[in-house]
T-cell receptor, first 113, second 113 residues
Framework: GAVVSQHPSWVICKSGTSVKIECRSL??????MFWYRQFPKQSLMLMAT?????????EQGVEKDKFLINHASLTLSTLTVTSAHPEDSSFYIC?????????FGPGTRLTVL | KQEVTQIPAALSVPEGENLVLNCSFT??????LQWFRQDPGKGLTSLLL?????REQTSGRLNASLDKSSGRSTLYIAASQPGDSATYLC????????????FGKGTKLSVKP
């Protein structure tokens, strides 16, 4: 079946540093990938839609200059949290679509000290 | 505003019980509805997907129903087991197969042996 991986699975960083999270579709090509964020006891919220070879589309309230998304190939999208702050601590999940179905990665737990 | 609500937020049952999780959505013009399972600190596993034209889907001990006109879905779990303990998320898609998912906050299920 379709498998999506994320790396790293967890990361702890100091405030002010940047963190890159990778999302890969392992056995299929995904023209569209989605990035979600989940705060404790809250819903998964869509942050942005990433299309291969074009600029990402960000949801309202998500700063595109803070959350940089690069979808350089059909199997890889990256999310970079720039100048991370403690309020950015969250669980970040990506998904990739194929055959009209979204497959989710295992998520990345980001903790900013 | 398109919102998804799940009730209850948490549920604890003894092993063997049948149980029902509820999901409601404010905009009935959905493309499809999915039920997911999320284990602590992990990604999402899709359990059942119901297209807007369907009334229910079944997989093993799970049965999901959809009443689009009233904006409701239920997930029925028969003969619950401790391994069913997880958070169950309901999500709806609007705008076609490439539309983004709107998630509820989930129901945290605990099945006690």
């Amino acid at each position: 079946g379709a498998v999506v991986s994320q790396h790293p699975s967890w990361v702890i960083c100091k405030s002010g540093t940047s963190v890159k999270i990778e999302c890969r579709s392992l056995d299929f090509q995904a023209t569209t990938m989605f990035w979600y964020r989940q705060f404790p006891k809250q819903s998964l919220m869509l942050m942005a839609t990433s299309n291969e070879g074009s600029k990402a589309t960000y949801e309202q309230g998500v700063e595109k200059d803070k959350f940089l998304i690069n979808h350089a190939s059909l199997t890889l999208s990256t999310l970079t949290v720039t100048s991370a702050h403690p309020e950015d601590s969250s669980f970040y999940i990506c998904s990739a679509t194929t055959s009209n179905t979204q497959y989710f990665g295992p998520g990345t737990r980001l903790t900013v000290l | 505003k398109q919102e998804v609500t799940q009730i209850p937020a948490a549920l604890s049952v003894p092993e063997g019980e049948n149980l029902v999780l509820n999901c409601s959505f404010t905009d009935s013009a959905i493309y499809n509805l999915q039920w997911f399972r999320q284990d602590p600190g992990k990604g999402l596993t899709s359990l059942l997907l119901i297209q807007s034209s369907q009334r229910e889907q079944t997989s093993g001990r799970l049965n999901a129903s959809l009443d689009k006109s009233s904006g409701r879905s239920t997930l029925y779990i028969a003969a619950s087991q401790p391994g069913d303990s997880a958070t169950y998320l309901c999500a709806v898609t609007y705008g076609g197969s490439q539309g983004n998912l709107i998630f509820g906050k989930g129901t945290k299920l605990s099945v006690k042996p």
